[in-house]
């Protein structure tokens, strides 16, 4: 449903619709980071910053950019620990 819900925010920005959009990548962006699903909240966030430059809110582009900041690092984070999973206990022992 939360990826449903960027997409058509997505279809909404693109028929310049921003203020309707915003309102669908808004409500997927809290459902994403209540059930801590970060890539989606991470989709949705860009596309909400897309939206904010295009109206023109950087009171909400400011506000939305370190939240997307954070999001990414959470993603980034996530995947360096996968990377030492996969190369295994020898790789981090020097």
């Known amino acids: 449903m939360i990826k449903l819900m ?3 925010g997505v ?3 693109k028929q310049n619709k921003f203020h309707e ?5 808004e409500k997927a962006n809290e ?5 801590n699903l970060p890539v989606l909240q991470h989709d949705a966030l860009y596309q909400l910053l897309l939206c904010y430059t295009q109206i023109g809110d950087q009171k909400k582009f400011n506000q939305m ?3 997307f900041f954070e999001v990414h690092k959470k993603i980034e984070e996530s995947n360096e ?3 030492y ?3 295994g206990p020898s790789f981090t022992a020097y």
């Open 81 to 83: 620990l996968k990377i």
């Open 6 to 8: 960027v997409v058509y």
């Open 21 to 25: 959009a915003i309102e669908h990548l």
């Open 65 to 67: 950019n370190l939240e």
């Open 31 to 35: 459902l994403a980071k209540n059930r």
């Open 85 to 87: 999973e996969v190369a």
């Open 11 to 13: 279809i909404m920005k």
